[in-house]
């Protein structure tokens, strides 16, 4: 059975700030007009002037005003890869249909532009090959966030995105100008969302077509490469780089924050070990641990599925560097663990990803590019990817995902990075763990495993 259609791609601005030009304007003019916030504001009543104004503020440069105004918009029946490129946008929330809970049998897909219709058969057959072992994989047991690793990367994904203006014009810069416009479905998105939001904010968004970059959004390192590759770790996670002596850093930040004390009289207090952990004990017994914002850490996750990528990028607060999908090798993929131990399961399994990599090979042989074959992505395919976090957000990151109710391989890699945390800053990250551990309750309610107890003493004698 086919369910696709390629007219269902839509993008939807479902409100925005209410006086969205008149608070930006308003905010154009407090910083050289006399008055209170909420004069300038009442003031600020004509909308040509508030247009003109903000024409002028941006074009100079100072883009910040137009932050004060937000953006909905929900994204409807549209495709994994344009959920993918949408959520590297770090100031934008996001909230999506979950793989894990939703059924995702008989949502449909999307069909790009083939060089013929004897290639575009090739795909209709194989993408419903793969819907439907999605289906005999739930039917015969399978949890849905394992078998959501068949599903190939044209499924319709549904998801909500709110931004301020300058975050979406910087989001509509990458859509119809940047990486973005090589995507028909991603660039027509994106002329979709300019068609609504032009009339709403004139001012903002004048000209806007004109506006063309002046540098790519992409690199392209194709001509430097190893003179031989090395075979690819086989951890986990690997921390590439830190942070030198965080426990120094953080106490030094400290005292000075705290006590407005020269460096040399600090450094003179945590010469003192008892006093210098007295220091930590007290940051993490604090609701607002800014101190932990000086340390941070890169680490570089391997062999992440495109489907846990999704659960990484959610934290907001980090540098996170997500490869094109574009270049994902269609014959590296993971297994869960529960597949491997069902042998007529792990075949079908197994069979699915190199069908999947040789109609791949085969439409590529063809002459169709990376631009149309993305959409034969799986998401149990993988890519390494690297990300950069501080302290504080490895706080909310290892709360989430060390927890037993997070996905097993995001878990999984959550842990690794913790232990090798905790072996270089062990009197800092011993403080880390799922918020059982952390704030010494579950805050899951009806959905907690039970196993507080057991898990306060796992995190605490380094058994995870």
């Not at 793989?99 to 004897?118: A, C």
Request: include cysteine; charged fraction near 25%.
């Amino acid at each position: 059975m086919s369910f696709h259609d390629n007219c269902n791609s839509k993008a939807i601005v479902l409100g925005m700030t209410c006086d969205g030009e008149k608070i930006c304007s308003a905010a154009g003019r407090i910083s050289t007009q006399q008055g209170t916030s909420i004069e300038i504001f009442e003031k600020s009543a004509d909308s040509e002037k508030n247009s003109s104004l903000i024409k002028k503020v941006t074009r100079s440069g100072h883009n910040s005003v137009v932050e004060h105004t937000f953006f909905n918009i929900a994204f409807c029946d549209v495709t994994a890869v344009t959920e993918e490129f949408m959520i590297e946008f770090r100031l934008a929330s996001f909230t999506v249909k979950s793989r894990r809970y939703v059924d995702f049998s008989n949502v449909g897909y999307f069909v790009p532009e083939f060089k013929n219709k004897e290639n575009e058969k090739i795909y209709l057959n194989h993408v419903e090959y793969l819907f439907s072992e999605y289906q005999y994989m739930l039917d015969n047991g399978m949890a849905k966030e394992d078998a959501r690793f068949l599903l190939p990367y044209c499924y319709r994904s549904n998801f909500y995105c709110s931004l301020n203006a300058r975050e979406l014009l910087h989001v509509l810069r990458g859509m119809l100008f940047g990486r973005g416009k090589n995507f028909p479905e991603i660039y027509n998105l994106g002329k979709q969302i300019l068609e609504q939001v032009q009339p709403m904010c004139p001012g903002i968004f004048a000209d806007f077509e004109s506006k063309v970059p002046s540098k790519c959004d992409t690199m392209d390192l194709s001509d430097i490469k190893p003179e031989s590759k090395n075979k690819n770790n086989e951890e986990l996670v690997e921390l590439i780089a830190y942070t030198g002596n965080a426990k120094h850093t953080v106490c030094l930040s400290s005292l000075i924050n705290n006590l407005q004390i020269s460096n040399e009289d600090a450094e003179k207090i945590i010469e003192d070990d008892a006093k210098a952990n007295e220091i930590i004990r007290r940051i993490f017994a604090c609701s607002r641990p800014r101190e932990l914002e000086t340390i941070q850490y890169t680490f570089k996750y391997n062999r992440l599925s495109l489907a846990s990528i999704t659960h990484l990028v959610r934290h907001r607060m980090q540098g996170v560097m997500i490869p094109p999908i574009t270049s994902v090798n269609r014959r590296i993929y993971i297994t869960p663990p529960l597949v491997k131990e069902n042998a007529e399961l792990l075949e079908r399994y197994n069979n699915a990803f190199n069908r999947n990599a040789e109609v791949y090979e085969m439409l590529k042989a063809c002459g169709e590019s990376e631009e149309t074959l993305v959409y034969l992505a799986m998401s149990g395919n993988t890519l390494d990817v690297v990300t950069t976090m501080n302290a504080r957000e490895l706080m909310l990151y290892f709360r989430l995902r060390t927890c037993t109710r997070a996905q097993w391989e995001i878990r999984e890699y959550a842990c690794d990075a913790l232990r090798k945390l905790r072996k270089i800053e062990p009197e800092i990250f011993k403080n880390y763990g799922p918020s059982c551990y952390v704030e010494g309750y579950c805050p899951e309610g009806a959905l907690t495993c039970g196993k507080a107890n057991e898990m306060k003493e796992i995190f605490a004698n380094n058994k995870f």
